[in-house]
């Protein structure tokens, strides 16, 4: 008989998913959905409220990447007051990167080592006590010690800067209101305290190693796991180099073609549309040029490792180079992936923030600036997981009027959605029992993505897009436009 | 003696604001916005001011109110009378909704509180003039005749008084013939330390319901050396359930006249002002009768009664609808054109009052008790009552009974007594003094009314108000009617009256719809004490009183409205109410 | 100079003073949000200050000290209706510290820190009140305002028109601003107004965030000699065994789970001391063992929220709410006054043009169903303990928990307590 295997909650992800599997009658795959279930409201609530408390109040979206909103809410909002990214001071661009690579820092640390570690140290089939961090802590303590020392340096960085490990406070419009002191500076920098940022790069640059091991001895399971064809979108700089804060738009297809040819940021609208599905609170991006069936994208590591041409910081380059040495391909569209090119960017962050702190420029004291007022602002940002957009409108007042939040998580949408499929079809479908280690794989499939669920549900708001329509079969029902 | 004052003394043009403000709304219905600028102008005060007066009166309204303005009283006594079968009527018939106007503008319905005229019930004022005793078809008779351009003052009511008992062989105090003057010819002889002596014997208290002794408040104006001063009178019976006023001034407007010139004499003030509710726009031509009477007399004016040197005079200041006004200094302020909101204890009214200068209020019923006493003399007065508590109080009695109406009972009657006298109908659940008063028990039906107010004695102190309900009646219907009162007529001003008001109706509707527990009785306990104690005036100190009384005395019939599955750890909570408005977007 | 009793204490004083300031003098901790020196009279809308004056309770702010005045401050009862006034005005409004530009700088925020208010005793009234952005600089927003008078009396333009007065009367009363008048005055006079306001009801257009955490007035220290933060009461001594804890974020953002994390290496301790059943970070899904201790993040927005936290009253023997989203609901809250159909409209209706019949909003099986507003958790089910902040700190978190498991007494600086 027909029936339907739920999965609830997801776990060790941030936010609230359910995994549903219709099997029929032979306990083949019928259906699969991940459904986003929660719902809260930013972007009708934040109307009404004054732009220069937006960002502050905005990065309540996420408790784990709240820098993100906050510094793409700050980028919205530096335009609305006239200032483009390019005018900020060197100070406040400077302080607001190191915030910047700091969270990514943080949070990708807590990804791996908090998340998603117990998924690579125990197997697929490890019973559910052994399945969490405390494990971890029990059977490797000196991966723990090091995981948690390097997200609590990532905190540190981020609370020397904004005040608060989370939710703190960096980015005023125009700018940031505060800077950094030479205690705090030297306290990343002389070992005494914490580890110092180069024991980080050196710790990096081990969990790098270690990740190319682990593929090395699961090479057939990780190639194979989920492996599926989309687009990549992500953030390049001027030169095509990997860039985090402040770049261009660009999206490759899973062969490598350029699909999203470097635009600028300001132009997100004209490229991208949102569908509704019945059955999911989070909605489905895609590129309007190519179509809602294949003109979704995934983001994040993953995404940004295949599509940038190369990374700006040495160590971090040869480890790219080493990755695509492994797996002798252009573009990269296995799942698991995203765990090692996770920990690439780590390095990464971890090198910027190294020069970073010994910028002196941190510590100026040309902090805001002023501009011509405008009446919209658009602040896109590379996440931790992913491409961030954050699009304000405003009336002459002052009060935000509209907003728009796609939030990376839902760019995955579909990709999240495909892995399951995938782990669905390969791993339980006709297989008689199912069982708790086949669940799990599910869910190891959702985690790679390192999703940000509650992040993800504000797809509601007035979208100057074109949004089609599909009943609960996936038919296109309808499509609308308005601009 | 007294004043001296040489230059007459005028009052800032600001106190003229109500009397403006109604002039508008009478003639336009409501009040324009150009209006605003133009009294902002006047009074020289930004406009922001204008509509902050304006916003805080019932009876000034910023849209139109139609060419006859409805309000119909939604006080607890009309509620049981048949409020609910007038008000669908009344809708029915002008083709209006309460709260808006009817397409032709010619219609405007809406809600008030207590109109003084419980003994009526149910009861209207249109234009301001009383409809009284109204049923279905008296309803849509008004409305037809109006429909044909009749105007309300000429088809209105003449509420009777409604005097139904005084102290039998002749012994009322209130009601017996008052020749206007026969007092202030007492005066030529009398010194103001003679009057307060008198009234001090007398034991007359403050008849307005807070029950301080008169004398003492005479004297401490008197020892005032600031001048000029005033008398005011507080005519703003607003009390639910309170219209022994309301017959003094259709009936005694003498002696209240001039029970207000015996205290101008006694304190040296030249100044009375009679602060009349909007709700008695209807009893105002009467007493500028009475006032011109009394002028036309030499009673009033310069030398009134031929005492050389004394002047009094009295004008008429028309309330606007809102019961914190009947508070001594919320009074003021509105005196004074501003927004009714009660002052602190800094100073007292008799120190510093309206405008700043020495002020007596007191209210009407006092005034024409101390007309009499000075009349009578002390000593037949202590003659009347229980040692104690000497003389006789004016009772409105309303509700479950055959013979609402006044009551004159001498201090000592029981509360069996009274109910035997108003014939009331299976009376169960009483409530005295109003709203801010207490309910009791016909449990407690042996208690006497008296002033006595001792600890372990267990008499009544009423202040005029006397609702009686019976069996049939839903106490939580009663109690929950006087919360939405109070968080009408809260002022705002201070936070435990302001939000307190609103929580305890919160609280209120748990109770109402089943899902309430012991833990919510106790919090509205203490939630009520906490307002009692902390809030401004009386109308955040006692708007808990009843219910925290009821609460105990009362306590079975509270304990069926509990949520009876209650374990002490999950509240009851409707999943289905408060997933209604997702449902909607079931396919 | 007269002598006067405080809480049994005698005290000489001058004549006629406000006996606010003789306390003050004194080192007396008399809490107030409306008392401002130079204002006579005193404005006494607050109530706060209220104490026991010669038997009865009366504000002190409004009394003048004479001889013989006996003073009660400090007994349980006064105490008790002292802090319920404040959490009563922040129940009034909708005062979300961490969205707020005078956080730290609050005088509401202040009392709530020095009288230790972690939770409000009243369910939140989540009225719906504007922003009112018309005036030239002046911004109001009267979610936060408390009434207390101070601007209506003290903002006046140079020829003595006054800017700001009471309109409506009872709940409906607000603070109406004249645009005409507001034009007037200076940019002295409008920062000025945004200086007094006690709270962060009156903005000025633009004007953001002006220090950073750690420095602004309130952050950090005590006005009080012996701050002594009695919130969390410590269950008793117990044996040090190791116990169970469940977690779960409900409508949270994760932060609080996220500040629970910081406790960094001590982690590797604090394993020792307890093991976790459900919680996000784990695998169970559902209990397999009663917990000694439950701690929810988040407030209810849906109603599987709802279910979720009933199966923490019934499978924990404590409950915890964490975070202010849990404790009275939080930022999601700001759609309480948004009546659900204009969200989810909004949504998923609007985005497009006509024809709504086409249009879908999700509703579906395996959705769970949104609810008409957010719900604090202790509208739901008893809470036994509350945690305030946007998230706590790590510290505060753990000292609590340690309390409350085994009756370890940690005292809670008035530098963690906090709100933002």
Known sequence: MSRKIIIDPVTRVEGHGRVTIHLDEEGKVKDSFFHIVEFRGFERFVQGHPYWETPVLVQRLCGICPVSHHLAAAKAIDQIVGIDPKDLSPTASKLRRLMHYGQIFQSHALHFFYLASPDLLFGVDAPVEKRNIVAVAVENRELAIKGITMRKFGQEIIKAVAGKKIHGILAVPGGVHKTITKEEIDYFLDGKNIENIDTMIAWSQAMVNFMKEYHEKNRKFLDEFAEFPSGHLGMVNDEGGLELYDGKLRAIDSDGNITLDDISTDLYQDYFSEAVAQWSYMKFPYLKNIGREKGWNRVGPLARINLCDFIPTPLAEKARQEYFGFTGKKVNNSTLFSHWARLIEVLHCAEEMKSLLNDPDLMGDDLVRKGVGRLKGIGIIEAPRGTLTHHYEVDEKGMITRCNLIVSTTHNNDAMNTAVRWVADNVISSKGTITDGMLNQVEIAIRAYDPCLSCATQAIGKMPLKAELYNYKGELIDERCKD | MTNGIEKKFKEPDQTQMLNRLWELQKSNGYIHDDNIKELANAFNVSEVEVEGVISFYHFFQRNPTGKYTIYLNNS?????????????????????????????????????????????????????????????????????????????????????????????????????????????????????????????????????????????????????????????????????????????????????????????????????????????????????????????????????????????????????????????????????????????????????????????????????????????????????????????????????????????????????????????????????????????????????????????????????????????????????????????????????????????????????????????????????????????????KTAANSLIIAMDKFHDYFKTKLDKNYDGLNLKFDMDAATKDYEEYKI | MVNITIDGKNFLAEEGKNLMQVAKENDIFIPSLCYYEHIEPPLGTCRVCICKINGRFGPACTEKVKEGLTVEVNNPELKDTRKALVEMTFAEGNHLCPACVKSGNCDLQHMGYELGISSTRFQHLFKDRTIDYKANRIVMEHNRCIKCLRCVVEVVTDDGKKVFTYQNRGFETYVGVDYEQEAKLTEEQAVNAMKICPTGAIMLRGVSIPEPFGHRKFDMESVQKNYNDETIKPNGPTAITKKRIATISLAGCFGCHMSMLDIDLGLLDLIELVSFDKSPLTDKKNFTERCDLGIIEGGCCNDENVETLKKFRENCDVLIALGECSVWGGLPTLRNSIPLSECLDEAYLNCVTNEPANNIVPYHEDLPKILDRVYACNEIVKIDYYIPGCPPDAGIIWKSVKNILWGEKNPILYSEFKYD
């Open chain 2, 76 to 540: 607890i006594i009309a509620d049981i009378k048949g409020f609910e079968r007038i008000k669908e009527t009344l809708e029915r018939e002008t083709g209006a909704t309460f709260g808006t106007i009817d397409r032709t503008g010619t219609f405007g319905l809406f809600l008030t509180p207590c109109i003084g005229l419980s003994d009526h019930e149910p009861s209207a004022l249109i234009n301001f003039y009383p409809f009284i005793n109204l049923n279905t078809s008296k309803v849509k008779d008004i409305i037809a005749k109006l429909k044909n351009g009749a105007s309300a003052e000429s088809i209105c009511d003449a509420p009777a008084d409604n005097i139904r008992y005084t102290p039998p062989g002749n012994k009322t105090v209130f009601f017996k013939k008052f020749t206007p003057g026969s007092v202030i010819s007492k005066l030529v002889q009398a010194t103001p330390l003679g009057i307060i002596e008198e009234l001090k014997k007398s034991e007359l208290a403050g008849r307005g319901g807070a029950y301080f002794p008169t004398w003492k408040k005479w004297n401490s104006a008197m020892v005032q050396p600031a001048l000029p001063k005033f008398v005011v009178c507080n005519a703003d019976e607003g009390e639910p359930g309170t219209f022994k006023d309301r017959v003094l001034m259709n009936r005694e407007a003498n002696s209240l006249i001039e029970g207000m010139i015996i205290c101008g004499y006694t304190i040296g003030a030249e100044y009375g002002i009679i602060y009349l509710r909007g709700e008695y726009w209807w009893l105002k031509n009467k007493l500028d009768e009475a006032i011109k009477e009394y002028h036309s007399k030499g009673l009033l004016g310069e030398d009134c009664g031929n005492i050389k040197g004394f002047s009094f005079d009295i004008r008429i200041q028309m309330g606007a609808g809102s019961y914190v006004c009947g508070e001594e200094t919320a009074l003021l302020e509105s005196l004074e054109g501003k927004r009714g909101e009660p002052r602190t204890k800094w100073f007292f009214p008799v120190e510093k009052g309206y405008l700043q200068l020495p002020t007596v209020i007191n209210n009407v019923e006092t005034f024409c008790a101390a007309a009499k006493i000075i009349e009578m003399g002390a000593e037949e007065y202590l003659k009347l009552g229980i040692p104690g508590s000497p003389g006789t109080k004016l009772i409105s009695v309303s509700g479950d009974c055959q013979l609402p109406g006044i009551y004159e009972i001498e201090w000592g009657m029981t509360i069996e007594e009274l109910l035997g006298l108003c014939k009331a109908d299976d009376p169960y659940y009483i409530q005295v003094s109003g709203p801010s008063g207490e309910c009791i028990s016909i449990n407690e039906k042996s208690r006497r009314m008296s002033m006595i107010d001792l600890p372990g004695q267990k008499d009544i102190r009423c202040g005029g108000s006397f609702m009686i309900f019976n069996k049939h009646r839903d106490i939580l219907k009663i109690l929950v009617n006087f919360s939405e009162f109070f968080k009408h007529e809260s002022c705002g001003i201070c936070t435990p009256c302001r939000a307190g008001n609103f929580i305890i109706q919160r609280k209120l509707d748990r109770l109402n719809n089943g899902f309430a527990n012991e833990t919510d009785l106790d919090e509205i306990k203490s939630w009520g004490t906490i307002m009692k104690n902390t809030s401004r005036c009386g109308l955040g």
